[in-house]
Structures are given as structure tokens and as C-alpha cells.
């Protein structure tokens, strides 16, 4: 019989937003932290340029806040943007006094400079930033008496007490597939918080971990709750191109600090695209080497800082310049190859100016989130910003609640009384392949109609078989995933054929032009003609039982 869990405060994701939120609320409730499987797996760890926060007095919010509006491309929400850059400042201090080290000079911060920023703002710890925030915020929730860590967990469903019948539409806490054990627990909670992260593993190649396949997006949806601006996919320019690198990422901070993307013959090309060179923001990066590889016939493009000095390019980019070592690439005598990677899924789960989300009691910070920051195109450095300044506001609001009485009904446990193993994992395997490669083909960096229906076509065939293993077969890591990547994968399709012009991260060769007006794409639950599951089909026999 699978466990129980009681809380005050679930928290689903183990990253940057996760932790943080976490440690504001420990003083007041008890709170579970749950990672899909350790610190290292999340992509907050991962991170490796810094947080964007205006600290120089020759820098200003004004200026941060101009340079977040136009990356944003008309997308973004005026008010929220410069609410986040005016805490920026102090959530470096709280960063500093949790016992993060960033890199000082003079006794001073040492600030970088990456893509499309007027100025240097971007506080780092060398070129591993993440890893060594998420370390000191993991070492002090494992301190904390409060908070409680479980890891190897993966949400399966968010319980929707609504769906259990005369109750109100609020959210209780999450059925969770522990996988170690292979059995659903049950985390009941008087509030939710999601920090699940993005979506990225919906593309074929990413920077991203194995963990970004959109389940807090997905579960969101499913249980009632508004997506908005999923067609907008940051694709990194420049990951590390090599048979053996995986998803390894070469910080925008190498272009920042003076690195010029190269082709094969050496020309430099980013003047020809923008007049900030090397130094636009990502999207115009992407699409021109997207562009130039596509007109030269190439695999990559290179990206070289080897004009600077070794020691300069050590003390400021150890970790990318051990790891081309590890591969045989020397950075500091040959330039670095790169192509472009989904990155970054900058449309998310609505939520209010607290994280609030449609569903009562459902919070939603980081990347899985929308809250009106990063509009058509994400500034760098504002996305660990982002996840600070709604950890703690979330938090605020929560705890603002704590006092008044709250009820929970007895939640049932899963049932699996009706369904078996699966016998055809190679089958699942095969689908998120499927999934993942024409997403790549037809979804990508540059997009046209034709290529739109083709994807939707694909996923409409998936979705019957991904269906069916759900209805039928014991739950695993593997068909959770898929099930949460097919969802996602149909709303960032309907949200990008919603959109009828070219603006930010979304190009579609069929609409160049921006429109003058620019509008927000909003997805409703039921809106897309039941394409996508909507709680539990009444066919369910994998889940709940509502008798």
C-alpha cells in the first residue's frame, strides 16, 4: 500500500525557486520540498551566468528595466518588470547572507556583461553561479528543522479537490510517483507551490537536464489552470557542439566579455544581423546562426575568446574551459564550436503579481510560471532574478494565510487495482523520440504554417497511443514524462499558430512582420477542442478512484 504524507506547504521542484521559497517559510510552517531527483538534476544548478541586478551606481533600474522591455519585445508587463528589478538589489544581499560567495574585485561585486544588457549587472560565482547557489540554499534546507526533503520524486497529478466531489475548486497537495519503489504516494497539503522548471526536453536538442519535461505546466493545465506565451522558446546560441559533450552550455557571459562568433573561415558575421554584433540579445544570436548554418551547410559555428589572456579566460570561465579540455579543445588557442539549443520556456502557468495561479491555494514561481517579466525573449540573468523575487512573494502571501482555518478531506489513495506493467517500454521510448525530433523539425528556431500543422497532425496521432498506455499500464517515470511532454508540446503548437506575426522568439517565415499591437497569447483549459486531456478522462482506470 503506497504512503501518505502530511504538510503544511508541498513545494514541487528542488531548484533556485524551490529552495528559496522553502527557507522564507520555514520559520512559519512546516514545509516538503520535492526533487525529481537530486540537486544536481534541476537546471537552477546548471546555470552558469549569474543574476542580472543593478549594484553599480553608474547602472540604473531604468536602464535594466529598458534593456528587460526591449529583449521583451513589446511583451512584457511594465509595472511587474520594474517591481523585480527595484528588489534585485536586495535579494543579492539575502543570496549573501544565506552564504553565497560571488565573485568580488576591490572589495566590490564583480559584475558581468552578457547579451542585450547596456551595462555590467550580472553577479556570478565564476561561471557556475547556479551550482553554487543551489549547494548553499540544498545545505541550509537540510539544516532547517522544518523543511523536509524527499528526492527521487515525480508529481504525477495535482489533487483538485473539485474533483473529488462536493468540494471547492482548490488545490490539497499532489499524487507522487516515488522512483525508487515504483509506487504512488499520496503529499497532502494545505498549499502548493510549483517550481518545476520548464520545458525544454520537448526539443531534440537542449541545454537543458533530463528533468525539463514540463510537468508543472502540464499538471497545471490539467487541473484548471491558464497558459500563456508558450510559443515563445529561447533557444540558447551557444552550446558546446561535440559527440561527447551532452547538454553543456557556453555562458552568454564569453560574448560578454569580449568573445566574436566565427564561421569556419573565421568571418565574423553578427554585424551583418544587428548592430550590437556579438552582443544582441539571444534571439537575434539564434536565428543568425541558424541562418548562417543553414546557408553555409554547416554543423556549427565557433565562438572564440582565445584573443584573451589564459589567465583572464581561467579565473573567469574555469568550469567551460576544463570541460573543452576534457574534449580536446583548448580555448585559449582555438576557437569553442557551437550551435543553438532550446533553452528557455518563457511562457508558463498565469499567475498574479503572488504567484498566484487560477486554482485556489496553487502557486506557481520560476520557470514554469508567466508573471510578465520576459514578454517575447528573456533578458539573461533575469531568470534566476525572476525565481528569487516570486519565491519570496509567494512566500509573503502564503504566510499571510497560514492562520486561517483550513479543512482537507480525506484524500484518496491511487488506484492501480485495474491496470499492469508494461510490456512495451521500447514503445514509449520510440514516442519521445518521435516527439522530441519533429518538435526540432517543425517547431523550432524558425517556424511556418505548414511546419505548425505537420506538428499538430503528429501529435494528434501520439496522443491516442500515449492515451492508451496511460489508461492501461502502471505508471512509470518514462510514461509520466511523455504523457506532461505531449501536453506541453500541443500547447506551445496552438500557441504559436494563434500567433499570426513574427515577434521576439517566435519567427514564422509566413508572418514576418510584427504586428503594431501586441497581445499576450492566453490558452483556457477546454478552449482547444478536448485536444488535451482535462483532469480525468472518464475512462481513467489509472489514478484515483471517485467512487
Known amino acids: 500500500m503506497s504512503q501518505r504524507f502530511a504538510t503544511d506547504i508541498l513545494i514541487i521542484g528542488g531548484g533556485a525557486a524551490g529552495l528559496s521559497a522553502a527557507l522564507h517559510l520555514a520559520a512559519h510552517s512546516r514545509v516538503t520540498v520535492l526533487c525529481k531527483g537530486d540537486i544536481t538534476s534541476g537546471s537552477s544548478h546548471w546555470a552558469q551566468g549569474g543574476i542580472a541586478a543593478v549594484t553599480d551606481p553608474e547602472d540604473s533600474f531604468d536602464a535594466h528595466m529598458r534593456d528587460t522591455l526591449e529583449a521583451g519585445a513589446g511583451l512584457c508587463d511594465a509595472d511587474v518588470v520594474r517591481n523585480i528589478i527595484e528588489c534585485a538589489p536586495e535579494i543579492i544581499q539575502q543570496l549573501s547572507s544565506w552564504g553565497v560567495n560571488f565573485d568580488q574585485e576591490d572589495n566590490l561585486l564583480h559584475l558581468t ?21 543551489t549547494r548553499t540554499l540544498t545545505d541550509r534546507a537540510l539544516d532547517h528543522p522544518n523543511i523536509e526533503l524527499f528526492n527521487d520524486r515525480v508529481a504525477i497529478d495535482l489533487i483538485n479537490l473539485s474533483k473529488l466531489g462536493r468540494y471547492p475548486r482548490r488545490c490539497a497537495g499532489a499524487y507522487v510517483l516515488n522512483r525508487t519503489t515504483g509506487r504512488v504516494e499520496v503529499f497532502q497539503s494545505r498549499f502548493v507551490i510549483l517550481a518545476t522548471g520548464g520545458a525544454s526536453k520537448v526539443y531534440l536538442y537542449t541545454s537543458n537536464p533530463d528533468s525539463s519535461t514540463g510537468d508543472g505546466i502540464a499538471m497545471a493545465w490539467r487541473a484548471g489552470c491558464r497558459v500563456a506565451n508558450m510559443e515563445f522558446n529561447q533557444f540558447h546560441p551557444t552550446c558546446l ?15 560578454g566579455e569580449g568573445g566574436f562568433l566565427r564561421l569556419s573561415n573565421g568571418d565574423r558575421f553578427m554585424q551583418r544581423f ?22 553555409t551547410g554547416a554543423e556549427c559555428v565557433y565562438l572564440d575568446i582565445s584573443h584573451r589572456s589564459r589567465d583572464f579566460i581561467y579565473s573567469h570561465f574555469p568550469n567551460i574551459a576544463e570541460r573543452c579540455q576534457e574534449l580536446g579543445i583548448d580555448i585559449t588557442k582555438v576557437p569553442i564550436p557551437v550551435v543553438p539549443a532550446a533553452h528557455y520556456t518563457c511562457g508558463g502557468v498565469v499567475v498574479d503579481e503572488e504567484g498566484r495561479t487560477d486554482l485556489a491555494n496553487l502557486y506557481a514561481i520560476g520557470e514554469v510560471s508567466c508573471t510578465g517579466l520576459h514578454g517575447a525573449n528573456r533578458l539573461a540573468s533575469n531568470s534566476l532574478l525572476e525565481c528569487f523575487a516570486y519565491a519570496k512573494k509567494a512566500a509573503d502571501k502564503i504566510i499571510s494565510q497560514l492562520d486561517r482555518p483550513f479543512d482537507v478531506p480525506y484524500i484518496p489513495r491511487w488506484d492501480e487495482s485495474q491496470v499492469t506493467d508494461s510490456d512495451e517500454s521500447v514503445l514509449i521510448a520510440h514516442n519521445w523520440e518521435e516527439l522530441r ?21 503528429r501529435i494528434n496521432l501520439l496522443r491516442q497511443e500515449i492515451n492508451e498506455y496511460y489508461t492501461n499500464y502502471r505508471v512509470t517515470n518514462d510514461l509520466i514524462e511523455l504523457r506532461n511532454l ?22 514564422n517565415l509566413d508572418y514576418p512582420e510584427s504586428d503594431q499591437r501586441a497581445a499576450d497569447t492566453i490558452l483556457f483549459p477546454g478552449s482547444l477542442d478536448d485536444r488535451v486531456m482535462i483532469g480525468l478522462p472518464k475512462t481513467q482506470r489509472n489514478g484515483f478512484s471517485l467512487s
Request: proline share 2%; no cysteine.
Open 113 to 133: 556583461r552578457e547579451g542585450g544588457h547596456s551595462h555590467r549587472r550580472v553577479a556570478h560565482v565564476a561561471d557556475a553561479t547556479g551550482k553554487a547557489v
Open 241 to 255: 557542439y561535440h559527440p561527447h559533450a551532452g547538454s553543456f552550455l557556453i555562458s552568454e557571459a564569453v560574448r
Open 274 to 295: 544587428d548592430q550590437r554584433g556579438d552582443l544582441a540579445p539571444r534571439d537575434i544570436v539564434a536565428r543568425a546562426i541558424d541562418h548562417e548554418m543553414k546557408r
Open 437 to 457: 525530433r519533429f518538435m526540432w523539425d517543425f517547431v523550432g528556431i524558425v517556424r511556418t504554417n505548414k511546419r505548425l500543422q505537420r506538428a499538430q497532425h
Open 486 to 507: 505531449l501536453h506541453v508540446a500541443d500547447l506551445i503548437v496552438q500557441s504559436a499558430m494563434k500567433r499570426q506575426e513574427s515577434r521576439g522568439l517566435h519567427f
